[in-house]
């Protein structure tokens, strides 16, 4: 089983300011990766696909890069709506797995 | 639009059996996409239940494995989640999602809004 490890768990940032996540995989896992935001209340939305393909009405202030063990989600600018959990996924083979989260609080 | 919708008991005993459906409208259950059940436990993180590929055999979590039935009803355009001998670490928000071959790759580009399911006596 694939484990999927993100940092960090929680990151507090100001509008407009860059935000870097990250998501460890332990063993490579191609680019069968995604990531996905989750507000209080709410399901998953996916982001990104294929460690670097944004999904359909996803804003280009999100991208995510990496391939094999090590991936990277960043929010070039952020806007107050971005606050949320946000999750990685794999699915290089089965079982599938989510990553743990990382939270990000706007200030 | 692409719509899934769950459905079931909100409260299970321990020991009995978690059924839970998906309606899905706006695709047919039939077509190239994995239909897939994840949960999510209150205050906690996300994790995979299983997924079915049309008619094959549905793959599980390893450790919910013996507990867990996934199948799919093509008369109905809807797929279905049973999860037997249940506990209170059973106890989540469980969500059905679509595995969106063409549009991504196989990742859950659709969810359900999410039921919360107790096991309480």
């Known amino acids: ?107 | 639009q692409v719509q899934l919708q769950e459905s079931g008991p909100g409260l299970v005993k321990p020991s009995g059996t978690l059924s839970l459906t998906c309606a899905v409208s706006g695709v047919s259950i039939n077509s190239s996409n994995y239909w897939s059940w994840v949960r999510q436990p209150p205050g906690r993180g996300l994790e995979w239940i299983g997924e079915i590929f049309h008619n094959e055999s549905p793959h599980s979590k390893p450790s919910l494995q013996s507990r867990v039935t996934i199948s799919i009803d093509k008369s109905k355009n809807q797929f279905s989640l049973k999860l037997t001998s249940v506990t209170a670490a059973d106890t989540a928000v469980y969500y059905c999602a679509r595995g969106g071959v063409i549009a991504a790759a196989g990742f859950y580009d659709y969810w359900g809004q999410g039921l919360l399911v107790t096991v309480s006596s």
């Open chain 1, 1 to 107: 089983e694939v484990v999927l490890t993100q940092s960090p768990a929680a990151l507090s940032l100001s509008p407009g300011e860059r935000a870097t996540l990250s998501c460890r995989a332990s063993q490579s896992v191609a680019t069968f990766l995604a990531w996905y935001q989750q507000k209080p209340g709410q399901a998953p939305r996916l982001l990104i696909y294929g460690a670097a393909n944004r999904a359909t009405g996803v804003p280009a202030r999100f991208s995510g890069s990496g391939s094999g063990t090590d991936f990277t989600l960043s929010i070039s600018s952020l806007e107050p709506e971005d606050f949320g959990v946000y999750y990685c996924l794999h699915r290089r083979t089965w079982p599938l797995t989510f990553g743990q989260g990382t939270k990000v609080e706007i200030k």
